[in-house]
């Protein structure tokens, strides 16, 4: 027992080297901060060793205590929704022990004396409900290419993503800076047909993209959704019967298989239609001519209400007890 779980940590600690890697290489070797910033104060006066944050950071690295007013979000941040209770109990550590980890920003291209948010929104946000002058921040003068790569690796990081934020993520980088989907995948440690299978769901309903950001589905329930016509009823029915994906694959089954026997009653040739209305009439009783053009097999069922019905029908055809 004990060998199989040494076995499964080499594998966990490879799979967070593969992320780590993609956000060092953008970070590089940042300096760190010697001093919690609780120094820092809260809304008011900032204390006086941080009054050489009011002049606006050289480019470059480095971490500096900055107003948190000048810090604004940038327009890569993948997360569309914040949990209102998780911030305020955020909000309620950093008072209490302060922000311990800085945000990511660089130079507003647009707007002296200001910075886009890269990383940390979350972390920003909380602050301001803690009503925290200042915040430690990493500043760096990333592209827009860097900045929404390490702002898509920071958030998938923390894994508190909704799958549809992730995948509009990578949507953007797809889309944006012409990245292909290996490349993408070795940047954000994935594996190509994750990036494949999650940027599927962009194609579904946004009823149902909704559904997914607010986690009242997962991705296992509504993959087999994707390119239905009724993915929007069969969302509502599995949010109502609450089916696990495996139940809800079997739905799917089920209704393939249904709709294969109405397709096949459907495209009956005009041949087989006509050879139906004959032996009818021929014989008197109501049949049916079951085939299938692609084996060339098939069957006839015929209905009869009685004994002296069958012996009627079996003497037209020559099979009759006089034979």
Do not use: C
Not at 156 to 173: F, N, P
């Amino acid at each position: 027992m004990t060998k199989d779980k040494s076995s499964q940590r080499p594998q966990k600690k490879q799979d967070n080297q593969r992320l780590g890697r993609g956000l060092s290489s953008l970070l590089g070797d940042s300096p760190v901060l010697s001093q919690t910033p609780a120094q820092t104060g809260v809304a008011g006066q900032p204390d006086a060793a941080s009054t050489s944050a009011r002049r606006p950071a050289v480019p470059g690295r480095e971490v500096r205590a900055l107003p948190i007013e000048w810090i604004v979000p940038g327009p890569w941040q993948p997360r569309r929704s914040f949990d209102k209770a998780e911030l305020n109990e955020l909000a309620a550590s950093i008072k209490s022990r302060g922000l311990l980890q800085p945000v990511i920003v660089r130079p507003h291209p647009d707007q002296p004396s200001r910075f886009q948010l890269i990383a940390g929104e979350r972390r920003w946000r909380a602050a301001q409900i803690a009503s925290l002058h200042e915040i430690p921040a990493v500043i760096s003068t990333f592209d827009d290419k860097e900045a929404a790569e390490l702002s898509l690796i920071e958030n998938i990081q923390r894994r508190d993503l909704s799958v549809i934020e992730e995948a509009e993520g990578y949507q953007a980088l797809l889309d944006r800076h012409g990245y292909s989907q290996q490349e993408l995948a070795d940047i954000v440690g994935k594996s190509r047909s994750h990036i494949a299978n999650v940027g599927r769901l962009l194609t579904l309903p946004q009823s149902i993209r909704d559904s997914l950001i607010k986690r009242s589905l997962t991705m296992g329930q509504v993959r087999p959704l994707i390119g239905r016509d009724d993915a929007e009823q069969l969302a509502a029915q599995i949010i109502k019967e609450n089916l696990s994906a495996r139940e809800v694959e079997a739905l799917i089954r089920s209704s393939r298989q249904k709709s294969a026997k109405s397709s096949q009653a459907v495209e009956k040739s005009s041949d087989i239609k006509a050879l139906e209305v004959r032996a009818r009439t021929e014989l008197g009783l109501a049949m049916r001519l079951d085939w299938d053009e692609r084996t060339e097999k098939g069957q006839v069922v015929v209905k009869v209400t009685s004994l002296e019905q069958l012996e009627d029908m079996l003497g037209k055809i020559g099979l009759g007890p006089n034979r």
